[in-house]
């Protein structure tokens, strides 16, 4: 009986053992897979440093394997400026301390540096003795990097010269930099938060509008030059960039500005400019002088049949009428920059002008063969004095720009309710390149036998101007070697009345 019951008791305690043993398997399987399935690594070594356990992270992270860490010592991973932390790290493991999120750098298999936040603990068995330590490692390169990054482009934002602002699609002010502050006088704690139209002068305020309609296409604003007021109520001239600012899937969720004070650069293109109207004007009234006494003798010259003095004074006077129109574009460029131009509005016949513009034409340049193919009988109305000055730049062109002897043409062709006028060289005509570039401020062709001819690069930006301020534009169609068409429309009239020159 003793016996049977002894046997039971043995089978109960092989079942206990079993189940326990079951248990302990099963939770050894769960911590298994969590630390195999962990994105740390997760690694253990002994109290001399040598590594006990290596998770498939660590060997993602590290590159060696398990195989070959497992009995190596952990100063494998360590580099060699670095050795003293182990030593630390064991005398606080020592004294029972845990590590926390201990920002440091460890080498890879392949020798890479990176950036890992450690955190390490005690191992203790049953009876609380420190039998090792384990030490979770996580790889923080890309974010070390992304501060980096970010603590580059903060030191760019406060160190450059020019207001960085960024602002939301409701207008509102997200960030403000240093030279925003000593530019608009407002500290980042009085602007977060505030409206962009704090800055706009209040007549002003639809380009706000306008630039919110053009970036929420996507589209950014280049060197866009207006005013903008101080927190001391002055206002200053600014050059603004505007971007949008997009997230990962490209969706606008603010805007960023660039702001450069260019009240400076306005001051001195305002002296500029007053100093070339004042010398164009100071110049105009002894040129037109000498202009005059030119004509007179001129005029008894003819009688007298010397053919010499004729010959230099009709030179002369060619001289002088190009120095004319050269005073009259530095006159109108500064009345221009200024926002001073404006139209002196008449009624004329269209033949009358461009026959006075050739009759000159020929004036100063006798060697060219210069015509009106066509005028169909028409008045325009438009600045007659401006419109000669548009005609008289496209003339002197075709004349600066083709050979002696070529043919100079003047169509003016009536397209339904305009007439068309072009002017037609056979000279060395100009790039497709170049082409993008003629009416701005100051360009000239810089290659070929352009350069050679003088010239300051303003006439064409006149005529630009000029044009649209009628309500025109000027257009050039040419291929190099063969000749330039300029061209421009202006509303046709028929001559309805004999009045013609009465001012409207
Ligand atoms: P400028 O003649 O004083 O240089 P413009 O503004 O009148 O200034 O002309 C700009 C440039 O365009 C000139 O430098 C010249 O290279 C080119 N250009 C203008 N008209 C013609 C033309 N009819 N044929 C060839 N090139 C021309």
């Given amino acids: 009986m003793n016996s049977v019951n002894e046997l039971k008791d043995s089978v109960l305690q092989k079942e206990e053992l079993i189940a326990a043993m079951q248990l ?13 399935g962990s994105d740390d690594a997760i690694i253990s070594k002994n109290l001399q440093g040598i590594v006990t356990s290596w998770n498939p992270s660590a060997e993602r992270i590290f590159g060696y394997s398990a195989a070959e860490m497992i009995g190596e ?66 790889n923080i390169t890309f974010l070390k990097q992304a501060e980096e990054k970010s603590a580059i482009l903060n ?8 207001a960085i602002i960024s602002k939301d699609l409701n207008s509102i002010i997200t960030s403000w930099n240093i030279s925003a502050e000593r530019i608009f006088g407002y500290t980042a704690e009085e602007m977060i938060g505030q409206s962009i139209l704090k800055l706009i002068p ?72 007053d100093f070339v109207a004042i010398v164009s004007h100071e110049l105009k009234t002894p040129l037109t002088s000498i202009r005059s006494y030119i004509q007179l003798a001129l005029t008894k010259v003819k009688k007298q049949q010397d053919g010499f003095t004729e010959d230099v004074l009709t030179r002369a006077n060619a001289q002088t009428q190009k120095m004319g129109m050269m005073i009259n574009d530095f006159l109108n460029l500064s009345r221009l920059e200024e ?31 210069i015509a009106c193919q066509r005028c169909p009988e ?28 070529t043919a100079i043409n003047i169509y003016c062709d009536r397209e339904k309710e305009k007439v068309k006028i072009s002017f037609a060289d056979q000279g060395m005509g100009i790039s497709t390149e170049d082409q993008q570039h003629l ?66």
């Avoid at 002055?234 to 500005?257: C, E, F, H």
């Avoid at 534009?473 to 300029?486: T, Y």
């Fill in 24 to 36: 302990v398997e099963e939770r050894t399987a769960t911590l298994k897979a969590i630390i195999d």
């Fill in 73 to 138: 010592p952990i100063l494998k991973l360590i580099p060699a400026d670095r050795v003293d932390e182990e030593s630390d790290i064991l005398n606080r493991m020592r004294a029972g301390e845990r590590v926390n999120h201990f920002e440091t750098k460890r080498l890879t298999k392949n020798g890479d540096l990176i950036d890992v936040s450690l955190t390490i603990s005690p191992v203790k068995n049953a009876t609380g003795q420190i039998i090792g330590i384990s030490k979770i490692a996580r």
């Fill in 155 to 162: 030191a760019i934002i406060e160190s450059t010269d020019d």
């Fill in 202 to 273: 209040t007549d002003r305020h639809q380009e706000e509008t306008m630039i919110l309609s053009q970036l929420k296409k996507g589209e950014r604003v280049d060197h866009f030059e207006t005013k903008r007021m101080t927190k001391h109520g002055v206002l200053i001239d600014v050059s603004l960039t505007i971007s949008p600012v997009k997230d990962k899937a490209g969706n606008i969720i603010g805007l960023s500005k660039i702001a450069r004070d260019i009240t400076d650069r306005k001051l001195d293109e305002q002296h500029k400019n």
């Fill in 339 to 369: 926002g001073k131009m404006s139209l002196n509005t008449s009624r004329f016949l269209l033949s009358d002008l461009v026959n006075e513009v050739i009759g000159e034409a020929r004036l100063f340049a006798p060697s060219h063969v």
């Fill in 378 to 405: 028409a008045t325009i109305q438009g600045d007659r004095e401006k419109l000669g000055q548009v005609m008289n730049n496209l003339l002197s062109n075709a004349v600066k720009y083709s050979n002696p002897g």
């Fill in 439 to 504: 009416f701005e401020r100051f360009y000239r062709v810089a290659d070929g036998h352009a350069k050679n001819v003088s010239g300051f690069g303003i006439g064409l930006y006149l005529v630009a101007e000029i044009l649209k301020l009628h309500g025109s534009e000027i257009r050039v169609h040419s291929e190099p070697g063969k000749g330039s068409v300029f061209s421009f429309e202006l509303p046709f009239e028929p001559v309805a009345f004999s009045a013609v020159d009465a001012s409207v």
